[in-house]
Nanobody
Framework: VQLVESGGGSAQPGGSLRLSCAAS????????MAWFRQAAGKERERVAH???????WYSDSVKGRFTISRDNANNSMYLQMNSVKPEDTGMYYC??????????????WGQGTQVTVSS
C-alpha cells in the first residue's frame, strides 16, 4: 500500500491550496480516508475525514474553509484549502483506516507534504 501526497507549498493568508493523495494497493472508496497535519513542536491532529459512505467530518479549526473529497475513478483523495491562515502551516499527511465508517485505527500513512502560510 502506498499513499502519496502532493500539492503542498506556500500560500499567503487568505489564499488557497489543493492537496492530493494518490493511493495504490487499496481502494479509497472502501476505506475511511483522512487528512492530518502536524505543526512544528505540536502533536499531529486530524483535520478532516471521509468515511466510505456518509458525511465527512472537519475539525473546528478548518470547518467552513477546507473541503475533503474523493475521486474513485482516480483512486485519489483531495483537500481543498481556502482562506488559509498562518496557523494552517504544517506537514499534511493522508491516512487510511480499514474501519470504513468508524474512522479510527489509521493503518496506512503517506509521507507528508509541507504547507506554509505566510505573508
Amino acid at each position: 500500500v502506498q499513499l502519496v501526497e502532493s500539492g503542498g507549498g506556500s500560500a499567503q493568508p487568505g489564499g488557497s491550496l489543493r492537496l492530493s493523495c494518490a493511493a495504490s494497493g487499496l481502494t479509497v472508496s472502501a476505506y475511511c480516508m483522512a487528512w492530518f497535519r502536524q505543526a512544528a513542536g505540536k502533536e499531529r491532529e486530524r483535520v478532516a475525514h471521509m468515511p466510505s459512505t456518509g458525511n465527512s467530518w472537519y475539525s473546528d479549526s478548518v470547518k467552513g474553509r477546507f473541503t475533503i473529497s474523493r475521486d474513485n475513478a482516480n483512486n485519489s483523495m483531495y483537500l481543498q484549502m481556502n482562506s488559509v491562515k498562518p496557523e494552517d502551516t504544517g506537514m499534511y499527511y493522508c491516512a487510511a483506516s480499514p474501519l470504513r465508517w468508524l474512522c479510527s485505527e489509521w493503518t496506512y500513512w503517506g509521507q507528508g507534504t509541507q504547507v506554509t502560510v505566510s505573508s
